[in-house]
C-alpha cells in the first residue's frame, strides 16, 4: 500500500514559497499549494485561492483569502479574485460598475468619444449612435430620405402635389399653388404662388393659374395682365379666331359678331343693299369703278376699293415705280434696279444680284439672274457677276482664262516680251528671269565664275583629285585613276583612266591599274591579258607554287587554289581517303540512300543489299518462297509455312513441326510450334492444328469426357439403344445387359431362374456389368501411362530437331574485299 508523503513544519519557520518547511513538527500532511500550514492540516490560502490546501482559484463571485469575501461588481463586471476590484465591461464606470458612462463617452472605461450628431445619443457600450426623430445613419449625419420623417425615419409624410414634409415633425411645406395641412387645396380664386400670398393681377374678368400666376383671359381680351382687347380683325378666347366680316363690317371681339357699314347686310356684311354695279340713294347710279381691277363699289357713296396694285379713284391706274399692293401703299424694297411686283411686292433681281431684296451680290463663281450660273474663268481670273466674262490674271488669256502666255511673252492679256538668255524660263506673270544652273545676271547671260556652279551659281566645287568642276552640274572631271562626286575614290575593279572612263582588259578576275590600265593576274592565270592558266603541275600567284601529289585525281592540282580535285569515291587533301560511311560520290557529298543495312558503292552510290532484301536501294523484301542474297534461294517450307528472307529458316504454320514444317505435331500435342497438349480422353484423336477431340465410339463432350447418354450409343452418340424390360446398353456396342428374369438379344425373353444361376450358361447382366467396371477401370491406367510415355519421346524428339536444324541451317557473312584503288566486293 503507498503511504503519502507527509510535509513538515516548525511552530516558528514559515514554509518556502514551493511548500516545504524546515526540519519540524510535522503539521499539514497534503502541501498548502498557494498558502502557508498554520496549524495541524490547516493552510491559511493567500488571496484569491481557497479549498483544504489552497489549489482552487477563486470563483467569479469571490475574492481573498479563502475566497471568503463577495464580489460586489454589477452589470457583468469581472471581480480581482485577489483585491476584489471591478474590472467594469464595456459602458459601465463606478467602484462598484454600477454606472453608465457619461454621455459623449462609451466603449471600455468609457474612454472613447461619441461620434453621433445632431442630438443623437450614443450606446455606453458599442458606440452605436441612437438617431433623433428625423435623422439616420451611421452616425445620424444624414436627413430622412425624402417621404419620410419622425424617429427612425420609419413615418411615411403625408404631403400631396409635391409638397416635402419636415424631416422631424412631419409638417408639410406646400410648394406654390397650394395649401391645406397636406397641401391638398390650391390657392383660393384670386391669390396663387407660394403660401398663396400673391394677388392675380388679370383684368376684365381673367383668371390666374394658383400655381404660375399666369392670366387666362376671357374671351376678347389678351395681353399678360388681360388688359388688353383683340386686334382689329380677331375674337374669341386669346384671341386666337379671326373676324369673317366683309366691307369694312367691324366685329365682336368677344364674340365674333360682324356690325356692318351703312349700304351692306348679312352675317357677314357680305350682302350690297344695292345690285352689283349700282349705288346711292334709290340704287340708281352706276358705279364708276373700272370692273376688271376693283374688288368693291361702295354701295352708298360709290368709292371704289381696288385690287392690289391698281388705284385711281376709278382702279384704272397701277401702281407707280416704288410702290405695291392694296391702295398702292406699301413702298417696294427692291435694291439695286431690281423690279418690285405691283401686287406682291417681290422683287425680280437684276443680273450679278440676289436674295429676297436683291440686296446681295453674287457669290464669287456664280453669275446671272439670281446667280444661276457657275463661272468658268480658270486659273484664278475673276469671273463679272453680270454677265459672266472672264478676267485673267497675269499669265492667262483666253474666255475661260486656261491658256497660259505663249514662251517669250508675259504680263496682263501676255502683251510683254521676254528678255532672258541662255535657255533661262521667264515668268509669265511679272517677266523675271529663272537662269538655268550654270548661268547668272537679270538676264541670264554671265557664267558662273571659276569655283562655283549650279542654281545662281550658289555652289561650290568640292573636288580632290580633278581638273575643276562643270558649272552646272558641278560634277569633278577627274584626273586619271580617279572618279566619285569629289574625286576622291580610286577606279572600281574593271575601269581605269581620266573619270575611270576605260573598261579593262584584264580576263579571268585579273585587275588592271587605274592610271595605265596594265593587268595585274589573279591567283593561276598569266599573260599580259591573264588569258591563260598556269602550266600543269603549278598554281597560284604568278603561278610559282608547285601543286602536291594527288592520288586519286583525274589532273594535277586546281590552278587557282591548289587544292587536288578527287576522283568520285575518293578524299582528303591528296585524295587517299576513301568516302566514310553513308556517302559517295563527287567530293562524298552524296549521301547513299541503301535501306536496310544494304551498304553503298562510294564512287557511284549503288547498293550491294543484306540478305532478304532486293531492289534499287534495298528497299524491296524478297518475294514470297525465296530468301538470301538477291533472294536467289527458293524456300523449301511446306504446308503453308513462310520462310525467313534473310535465312531461309522455316516458320511453321500451327499443327506442323520439323526443319522444313513436313511433319505433324506428335500425338497429345497441337497447335503453333506444336506447344498445346491435347485434353482428349477416351482415347479420343486431336487434330493437330486445331486440338480438336475426334471421339472414339461411345463417348461425346468437348474432350469425349462423357459416356454416351443413357438410351443411346455407337459412333457420336448417334443410335438408340433397343433393350426392353428397363434393360441397360452397352455405350460402345448397344450389347443389352438384361435385367434379371429376362434374355435374349433385346432382353425381351422371360427367363428360368435357374438357367440364371447355371454358370455354364450366358453370364447375368448383373456380372457382366461388374466385370466391364474393372475393365474400363484398367484401361483408363494404361493409358494414362502411355500418354507420359509419348510425352517423353516428344520433349526427347524436339530437342534432337533443334540441333540438328542448327547444324543444316544455312547460313550468310559478307566480308568487304575492298582495296584502296578497287571497287570490287566479293560475297562468301
Known amino acids: ?108 472605461g468609457c474612454q472613447l468619444p461619441c461620434q453621433c450628431r445632431h442630438g443623437a445619443s450614443c450606446d455606453p457600450r458599442a458606440g452605436e449612435c441612437l438617431c433623433a426623430p428625423g435623422y439616420t445613419g451611421v452616425y445620424c449625419e444624414e436627413l430622412c430620405p425624402p417621404g419620410s420623417h419622425g424617429a427612425h425615419c420609419e413615418l411615411r409624410c403625408p404631403c400631396q402635389n409635391g409638397g416635402t414634409c419636415h424631416h422631424i415633425t412631419g ?13 391638398a387645396q390650391p390657392c383660393p380664386p384670386g391669390t396663387f404662388g407660394q403660401n398663396c400670398s400673391q394677388d392675380c393681377p388679370c383684368h376684365h374678368g381673367g383668371q390666374c393659374d394658383h400655381v404660375t400666376g399666369q392670366c387666362h383671359c376671357t374671351a376678347g381680351y389678351m395681353g399678360d395682365r388681360c388688359q388688353e382687347e383683340c386686334p382689329f380683325g380677331s375674337f374669341g378666347f386669346q384671341c386666337s379666331q379671326h373676324c369673317d366680316c366683309h366691307n369694312g363690317g367691324q366685329c365682336s371681339p368677344t364674340t365674333g359678331a360682324c356690325e356692318c357699314e351703312p349700304g351692306y347686310k348679312g352675317p357677314r356684311c357680305q350682302e350690297r343693299l344695292c345690285p352689283e354695279g349700282l349705288h346711292g340713294p334709290g340704287c340708281t347710279l352706276p358705279c364708276p369703278c373700272d370692273a376688271d381691277n376693283t374688288i368693291s363699289c361702295h354701295p352708298v357713296t360709290g368709292a371704289c376699293t381696288c385690287q392690289p396694285g391698281w388705284s385711281g379713284h376709278h382702279c384704272n391706274e397701277s401702281c407707280p415705280v416704288g410702290y405695291y399692293g392694296d391702295g398702292c401703299q406699301l413702298p417696294c424694297t427692291c435694291q439695286n434696279g431690281a423690279d418690285c411686283h405691283s401686287i406682291t411686292g417681290g422683287c425680280t433681281c437684276a443680273p450679278g444680284f440676289m436674295g429676297e431684296v436683291c440686296a446681295v451680290s453674287c457669290a464669287a463663281g456664280t453669275y446671272g439672274p439670281n446667280c444661276s450660273s457657275i463661272c468658268s474663268c480658270n486659273n484664278g481670273g475673276t469671273c463679272s457677276p453680270v454677265d459672266g466674262s472672264c478676267t485673267c490674271k497675269e499669265g492667262w488669256q483666253g474666255l475661260d482664262c486656261t491658256l497660259p502666255c505663249p514662251s517669250g511673252t508675259w504680263g496682263l492679256n501676255c502683251n510683254e516680251s521676254c528678255t532672258c538668255a541662255n535657255g533661262a524660263a521667264c515668268s509669265p506673270i511679272d517677266g523675271s528671269c529663272s537662269c538655268t544652273p550654270g548661268w547668272l545676271g537679270d538676264t541670264c547671260e554671265l557664267p558662273c565664275p571659276d569655283g562655283t556652279f549650279g542654281l545662281n551659281c550658289s555652289e561650290h566645287c568640292d573636288c580632290s583629285h580633278a581638273d575643276g568642276c562643270d558649272p552646272v552640274t558641278g560634277h569633278c572631271c577627274c584626273l586619271a585613276g580617279w572618279t566619285g562626286i569629289r574625286c576622291d575614290s580610286t577606279c572600281p575593279p574593271g575601269r ?5 572612263s576605260v573598261s579593262c582588259s584584264c580576263e579571268n578576275g585579273g585587275s588592271c591599274s587605274p592610271e595605265d ?54 578524299s582528303g587533301a591528296l585524295c587517299n581517303q576513301v568516302c566514310a560511311g553513308g556517302y559517295f560520290g563527287q567530293d562524298c557529298a552524296q549521301l547513299c540512300s541503301c535501306a536496310n543495312n544494304g551498304t553503298c558503292s562510294p564512287i557511284d552510290g549503288s547498293c550491294q543489299c543484306f540478305p532478304g532484301w532486293i531492289g534499287k536501294d534495298c528497299s524491296q523484301a524478297c518475294p514470297p518462297g525465296f530468301w538470301g542474297p538477291a533472294c536467289f534461294h527458293a524456300c523449301s517450307c511446306h504446308n503453308g509455312a513462310s520462310c525467313s528472307a534473310e535465312d531461309g529458316a522455316c516458320h511453321c504454320t500451327p499443327g506442323w513441326t520439323g526443319l522444313f514444317c513436313t511433319q505433324r505435331c506428335p500425338a497429345a500435342f497441337f497447335g503453333k510450334d506444336c506447344g498445346r497438349v491435347c485434353q482428349c480422353q477416351n482415347g479420343a484423336s486431336c487434330d493437330h492444328i486445331s486440338g480438336k477431340c475426334t471421339c472414339r465410339t461411345g463417348f461425346t463432350g468437348q474432350h469425349c469426357e462423357q459416356r454416351c447418354a443413357p438410351g443411346t450409343f455407337g459412333y457420336g452418340c448417334q443410335q438408340l439403344c433397343e433393350c426392353m424390360n428397363n434393360s441397360t446398353c452397352d455405350h460402345v456396342t448397344g450389347t443389352c445387359y438384361c435385367s434379371p428374369g429376362f434374355k435374349g438379344i433385346r432382353c425381351d425373353q422371360a427367363a428360368l431362374m435357374m438357367e440364371e444361376l447355371n454358370p455354364y450358361t450366358k453370364i447375368s447382366p448383373a456380372l457382366g456389368a461388374e466385370r466391364h467396371s474393372v475393365g474400363a477401370v484398367t484401361g483408363i491406367m494404361l493409358l494414362l501411362f502411355l500418354i507420359v510415355v509419348l510425352l517423353g519421346l516428344f520433349a526427347w524428339h524436339r530437342r534432337r530437331q ?9 547460313r550468310v557473312s559478307y566480308t568487304p574485299a575492298m582495296r584502296m584503288t578497287s571497287t570490287d566486293y566479293s560475297l562468301s
Open 1 to 108: 500500500m503507498h503511504t503519502p508523503s507527509i510535509r513538515s513544519i516548525t511552530h516558528d519557520a514559515q514554509t518556502s514559497s514551493t511548500g516545504s518547511s524546515a526540519p519540524g513538527t510535522a503539521l499539514c500532511t497534503e502541501e498548502c499549494v498557494h498558502g502557508r500550514c498554520v496549524s495541524p492540516d490547516t493552510c491559511h490560502c493567500e488571496p484569491g485561492w481557497g479549498g483544504p490546501d489552497c489549489s482552487s482559484g477563486c470563483d467569479s463571485d469571490h475574492w481573498g483569502p479563502h475566497c471568503s469575501n463577495r464580489c460586489q461588481c454589477q452589470n457583468g463586471a469581472l471581480c480581482n479574485p485577489i483585491t476584489g476590484a471591478c474590472v467594469c465591461a464595456a459602458g459601465f464606470r463606478g467602484w462598484r460598475c454600477e454606472e453608465l458612462c457619461a454621455p459623449g463617452t462609451h466603449g471600455k
Open 171 to 183: 409638417e408639410c411645406a406646400c410648394p406654390p399653388g397650394w395649401t391645406g395641412a397636406v397641401c
Open 496 to 500: 581605269w583612266g581620266p573619270n575611270c
Open 517 to 570: 590600265g596594265s593587268c595585274e593576274c589573279a591567283p593561276g592565270f598569266r599573260g599580259p591579258l591573264c588569258q591563260r592558266i598556269c602550266p600543269p603541275g603549278f598554281y597560284g600567284h604568278g603561278c610559282a607554287q608547285p601543286c602536291p601529289l594527288c592520288v586519286h585525281s583525274s589532273r594535277p592540282c586546281h590552278h587557282i587554289s591548289g587544292i587536288c580535285e578527287c576522283l568520285p569515291g575518293f
Open 802 to 810: 533443334k540441333e540438328k536444324g542448327r547444324d543444316l541451317a544455312p
